[in-house]
């Protein structure tokens, strides 16, 4: 299982995805490693990737996430940006007259802004007394509330923000509980809406997709990566099966390391090609439910991230084999991996099965070949 890859060392940063550094990436590690002394999120556990994921993913209207998206990367038009590119040439917040209006200073911190907070218990769970800018709250609030609150603290952003424009433009002071309630109402809705037209669509398809045999004289190597929140340890599964469905091998690794879910994916992946290659095997199809992982290793092209690294190691395993495959498929077609990942979270080292595979994955296997047959 120890195959290296004979490749020369190089010099990349990668808090980046082609390697190469950037001012907004310096400047953002900067502000984790000086948080890390008040006692932020510290620099070691940084990931921008899945800062943006997190935001693409929640469940609120997409005016909302492109909102939260400018509040990141500081381009709202407050007082204190304003000031910077000679629009204004006072930064003071005019609502408090106490501070720069920045972006945090506007949607968080002003005496105006904490009017509409008080309605909400997310002000409670958010009690880091310092952020510095609004990505630095944005990425403690991921560590803190649910999906429910991150939805809430999204739309009350945006009706704080509403609010300081229409007391700027028509001199109208928004009424903070109104305030508060025109966010619940929006925010139900919105998800409400979106549930419904989820079930519907779900309804309106039976269809359920299951494990199918590879073609002949092929293997398949269905692989997954599980892990548990807050734990250093991540899970890697691999089960290999011929044309028949017959169990080839199964193997269940643990892996210490704070990775990111898609890192792990990759992890899972290279560790299902090294198996297959130690075996002998020349023609594969290998499958995983991690759709962006499927993507970044089989059809992106180089990614000097730190990722890249692993992207690169699988191309060239799968460039051994005679004829390789690399395809995504839902997490019915791969319980079987997904048992194994979560089962190597509870040992120490790596087991690997021949033919026989352990207790925990025989009725599965059983189930997949019935459902074919």
């Not at 929006?186 to 073609?215: D, I, K």
Request: hydrophobic share 40%; with cysteine.
């Amino acid at each position: 299982m120890g195959y290296v890859l004979q490749n020369e060392d190089r010099l990349v940063w990668h808090y980046e995805k082609n390697g190469c550094y950037t001012v907004r990436s310096g400047y953002w590690l900067a502000c984790a490693i000086r948080d890390r002394g008040v006692g932020e999120v510290g620099a070691s556990s940084i990931n921008f990737e899945n800062i943006w994921l997190r935001l693409w993913r929640l469940q609120v209207a997409t005016k909302v996430k492109v909102f939260l998206w400018r509040c990141m990367l500081e381009i709202l038009p407050c007082r204190a940006n304003l000031s910077v590119k000679r629009v204004v040439s006072n930064p003071i917040c005019f609502r408090c007259h106490q501070a720069p209006e920045t972006v945090l200073h506007a949607l968080w911190d002003c005496p105006a802004a904490r009017e509409v907070w008080q309605f909400s218990a997310l002000q409670d769970s958010c009690t880091s007394k310092y952020h510095g800018c609004f990505l630095n709250l944005f990425r403690y609030i991921l560590t803190v509330l649910t999906d429910k609150e991150l939805r809430h603290f999204g739309y009350i952003c945006w009706n704080v923000w509403n609010g300081r424009n229409d007391q700027l433009f028509q001199g109208r002071k928004p009424n903070a509980f109104q305030s508060y309630q025109h966010m619940q109402e929006m925010a139900e809705e919105f998800y409400h809406a979106n549930r419904t037209y989820a079930c519907a669509t779900q309804e309106g398809s039976n269809l359920v997709v299951n494990w199918e045999r590879p073609p002949a004289q092929f293997f398949k190597i269905n692989v997954d990566g599980a892990l548990k929140t807050n734990d250093s340890v991540r899970g890697l599964g691999v089960v290999i099966r011929d044309d028949r469905g017959e169990l080839i091998a199964a193997a269940a690794k643990p892996v210490c390391g704070m990775f990111t879910p898609n890192a792990t994916e990759l992890f899972a992946i290279r560790f299902g090609l090294q198996l297959a290659k130690d075996l002998g095997l020349q023609h594969i199809y290998l499958e995983s439910d991690a759709q962006a992982a499927i993507r970044m290793a089989f059809q992106c092209d180089a990614d000097l991230g730190y990722e890249g690294v692993l992207v690169n190691e699988i191309q060239v395993l799968a460039n051994s084999f005679h004829s390789y495959v690399g395809q995504f498929r839902p997490r019915t077609c791969n319980r079987a991996a997904h048992s194994l990942a979560r089962f190597a979270l509870s040992i120490s080292d790596l087991i690997v099965w021949m033919e026989d595979g352990p207790e925990c994955l025989s009725p599965i296997l059983t189930n997949d070949v019935m459902l074919i047959s």
